[in-house]
T-cell receptor, first 113, second 115 residues
Framework: QKEVEQDPGPLSVPEGAIVSLNCTYS??????FMWYRQYSRKGPELLMY????GNKEDGRFTAQVDKSSKYISLFIRDSQPSDSATYLC?????????????FGKGTKLTVNP | KAGVTQTPRYLIKTRGQQVTLSCSPI?????VSWYQQTPGQGLQFLFE???????NKGNFPGRFSGRQFSNSRSEMNVSTLELGDSALYLC??????????????FGPGTRLTVL
């Protein structure tokens, strides 16, 4: 079993829809959880960052972490065509270790006008 | 402030050759990490450098190596290229190392194709 699992999609939604992106993980040592957005031909950029369990909101984006279920989510409200990208979840142990970040494989999202 | 830059952006090599990729971090950042991204395996950590020293290494063969210079610029080298080395190689910089909360900023990557 991989440490981080993420449905690769692709996911196609109409403009204005609420998008839900998810990752599951197996290593209970993960404490830091991140979502990155990667546009075509670009490097990933950090969208959201959370520590431990709970919710965090930033504009149209909400990140949720449920450590008891080892499940994290990213919600995008009022999705826009400019949100079309690949979304990668990532997580890290305290102190880092030999792997600074462990990434999911990414979910490709297309928002249609 | 300029972002992370990587050169070259695209590279085509043949099996058995070697290749050197370059990364210039954001000004003031002293940590540089390298990742390999493929459709099958996703993003995988290669190694991290801080103050010219390799601090962490991922699970890759010894054909993959790197170094960091005193100006924090970094290079990675892949020797005896294999078809499976075809990937997007991403460099990320951050202020420090070993700190899980330190944001990493990624460059656009170098697309390596091995024929």
């Amino acid at each position: 079993q991989k440490e981080v699992e993420q449905d690769p999609g692709p996911l196609s939604v109409p403009e204005g829809a609420i998008v839900s992106l998810n990752c599951t993980y197996s290593n209970s040592a993960f404490q830091y959880f991140m979502w990155y957005r990667q546009y075509s031909r670009k490097g990933p950029e950090l969208l959201m960052y959370t520590y431990s369990s709970g919710n965090k909101e930033d504009g149209r984006f909400t990140a949720q972490v449920d450590k008891s279920s080892k499940y994290i989510s990213l919600f995008i409200r009022d999705s826009q065509p400019s949100d079309s990208a690949t979304y990668l979840c990532a997580m890290s142990r305290v102190g880092g270790g030999s792997e600074k970040l462990v990434f999911g494989k990414g979910t490709k999202l297309t928002v249609n006008p | 402030k300029a972002g992370v830059t990587q050169t070259p952006r695209y590279l085509i090599k043949t099996r058995g050759q070697q290749v050197t990729l370059s990364c210039s971090p954001i000004s003031g950042h002293r940590s540089v990490s390298w990742y390999q991204q493929t459709p099958g395996q996703g993003l995988q950590f290669l190694f991290e450098y801080f103050s010219e020293t390799q601090r962490n290494k991922g699970n890759f063969p010894g054909r993959f190596s790197g170094r960091q210079f005193s100006n924090s610029r970094s290079e990675m080298n892949v020797s005896t290229l294999e078809l499976g080395d075809s990937a997007l190689y991403l460099c990320a910089s951050s202020h420090s190392w070993g700190t899980s909360t330190d944001t990493q900023y990624f460059g656009p990557g170098t697309r390596l194709t091995v024929l």
